[in-house]
C-alpha cells in the first residue's frame, strides 16, 4: 500500500480556509485517495474521496494533480467545530471486494477564535 | 437510523480473562473491520471480513479472533487479554457504494487490561 505523508498539526482561526497536503508518491494506478476526519473519543467520518483533479462535496473539496503524487484537503471558512484529526489514505478495493485502510497519525488541525 | 453500533463503550478487565467486544451495523453491509487506536500510533487494522463466514487477518491480528455468523454482527473476541492489548477499539463498516473507501465507524470501545 501506498505511505502517506501529511503534517502533524495545523493551526487556523475561524472563517479561514485550510488546505492540508497529503504526499502519497508511491500511489498505484487503482488507488483512490480517501480523507477522513476524526474528533476525540469518536470513530473517523469519511469526508471525501477522488482519483484525479477536483472533487467537491458540500463539505470540503479535494485537489488532485495530474501526477497524483500528492492530494489537497481544502476545508472553507472553518470554524471551531472543526478542530480535528484528518487522516489522508490511499487504498484500493481488493480483490473479492475486500478493503484494506491504513491510517497514519493524521494532521491535528486546531481551529481558533 | 443508519449506525454501527459497538457494545460495552467501556471495559476495565484484568489479563486472562476472556472478553467479546460486540460489533452490529444496521446497514446490510457485506464488509466489517475492526480497528484499534493507540496514542501516536493512529489507526491500525486488526481483522476485516468481506461477508458471512469470510474473515482476513489486517496489520495486527496476533491475540484477537473475530467471527462472522451473521451479515450484521461482527464480534472481536480476546481470548486471554493482555495490557497491551489497553486500546480504543472501533468497528466499521462499508457497503458497496460508489465511496467503496467510505467506512462507517462505531463509536468506539476503551479497554483497559490491568
Known amino acids: 500500500l501506498a505511505k502517506t505523508t501529511q503534517p502533524i498539526s495545523m493551526d487556523s482561526y475561524e472563517g479561514q480556509e485550510v488546505n492540508i497536503t497529503c504526499s502519497h508518491n508511491?500511489?498505484?494506478?487503482?488507488?483512490?485517495i480517501t480523507w477522513y476526519q476524526q474528533f476525540p473519543s469518536q470513530g473517523p467520518r469519511f469526508i471525501i474521496q477522488?482519483?484525479?483533479t477536483k472533487v467537491t462535496n458540500e463539505v470540503a473539496s479535494l485537489f488532485i494533480p495530474a501526477d497524483r503524487k500528492s492530494s489537497t484537503l481544502s476545508l472553507p471558512r472553518v470554524s471551531l467545530s472543526d478542530t480535528a484529526v484528518y487522516y489522508c489514505l490511499v487504498g484500493v478495493r481488493l480483490t473479492g471486494g475486500g478493503n484494506k485502510l491504513t491510517f497514519g497519525t493524521g494532521t491535528q488541525l486546531k481551529v481558533e477564535l | 437510523e443508519a449506525q454501527v453500533t459497538q457494545n460495552p463503550r467501556y471495559l476495565i478487565t484484568v489479563t486472562g480473562k476472556k472478553l467479546t467486544v460486540t460489533c452490529s451495523q444496521n446497514m446490510n453491509h457485506e464488509y466489517m473491520s475492526w480497528y484499534r487506536q493507540d496514542p501516536g500510533l493512529g489507526l491500525r487494522q486488526i481483522y476485516y471480513s468481506m461477508n458471512v463466514e469470510v474473515t482476513d487477518k489486517g496489520d495486527v491480528p496476533e491475540g484477537y479472533k473475530v467471527s462472522r455468523k451473521e451479515k450484521r454482527n461482527f464480534p472481536l473476541i480476546l481470548e486471554s487479554p493482555s495490557p497491551n492489548q489497553t486500546s480504543l477499539y472501533f468497528c466499521?463498516?462499508?457497503?458497496?457504494?460508489?465511496?467503496?473507501?467510505?467506512?462507517?465507524f462505531g463509536p468506539g470501545t476503551r479497554l483497559t487490561v490491568l
Open positions: 466499521a463498516s462499508r457497503g458497496s457504494g460508489e465511496h467503496y473507501n467510505e467506512q462507517f
Open positions: 477522488g482519483y484525479k
Open positions: 508511491n500511489i498505484a494506478t487503482n488507488d483512490y
